[in-house]
């Protein structure tokens, strides 16, 4: 399977632990995001590489969060001192850039459960 | 500010009828519009794009989308529906002018086909 893979499946964390989850993108894509989804509600975008270079992050991102994406392959987004809200499933997506219309290919996500 | 809205949460209908799932937007400038599909388990599947022209788009598994610019809608279509066809669809449009995948997404309708 050459697609986008996300580890792990699933964490549970206690509040006030760090996580850290990886997405393995497409090979020959330049361009790798995290999204953010909430049950009932579509994905948010948090950030985005072009190649190893972090061009945005959104609002939602606060400063406990970072992602990186060394040598422009496989990402990680890490979480600190978790809180309860930040629950969610954490998808990663990958794409060749074309012009803001390119298609996307997700990951099955992670789920995060913080207790 | 750009939204999408997805009227309903779930579409009910028999298979092999014609199926419709409606999606409206805001955006300021000329749309970029996309539908994606999440099956359990896996992460989402573009279906199809609308960037210009054709006010009629087709896309995978036999799905069609009609951009109507005066009722800012894009709604996804299909003429006859099947089983297989039930999960969770995404309506999205792409953030501002940026020549990037990223997207603002709808709420999710979950189209459930029953034989």
């Known amino acids: 399977d050459t697609g986008v893979s996300q580890n792990p499946r699933h964490k549970i964390t206690k509040r006030g632990q760090n996580v850290t989850f990886r997405c393995d993108p497409i090979s020959e894509h330049n361009r790798l995001y995290w999204y953010r989804q909430t049950l009932g509600q579509g994905p948010e975008f948090l950030t985005y590489f072009q190649n190893e270079a972090q061009l945005e992050k959104s609002r939602l991102l606060s400063d406990r969060f970072s992602a990186e994406r060394p040598k422009g392959s496989f990402s990680t987004l890490e979480i600190q001192r978790t809180e309860q809200g930040d629950s969610a499933m954490y998808l990663c997506a990958s794409s060749v850039a074309r012009g803001g219309s390119e298609k996307l290919f997700f990951g099955s996500g992670t789920q995060l459960s913080v207790l | 500010a750009q939204s999408v809205a997805q009227p309903e949460d779930q579409v009910n209908v028999a298979e092999g009828n014609p199926l419709t799932v409606k999606c409206t937007y805001s955006v300021s400038g000329n749309p970029y519009l996309f539908w994606y599909v999440q099956y359990p388990n896996r992460g989402l599947q573009f279906l199809l794009k609308?960037?210009?022209?054709?006010?009629l788009v087709k896309g995978s598994y036999g799905f069609e989308a009609e951009f109507n610019k005066s009722q800012t809608s894009f709604h996804l279509k299909k003429p006859s529906a099947l089983v297989s066809d039930s999960a969770l669809y995404f309506c999205a449009v792409r953030i501002g002018s940026s020549n990037t995948g990223k997207l603002i997404f709808g709420q999710g309708t979950t189209l459930q086909v029953k034989p």
């Open positions: 609308y960037i210009t022209g054709d006010n």
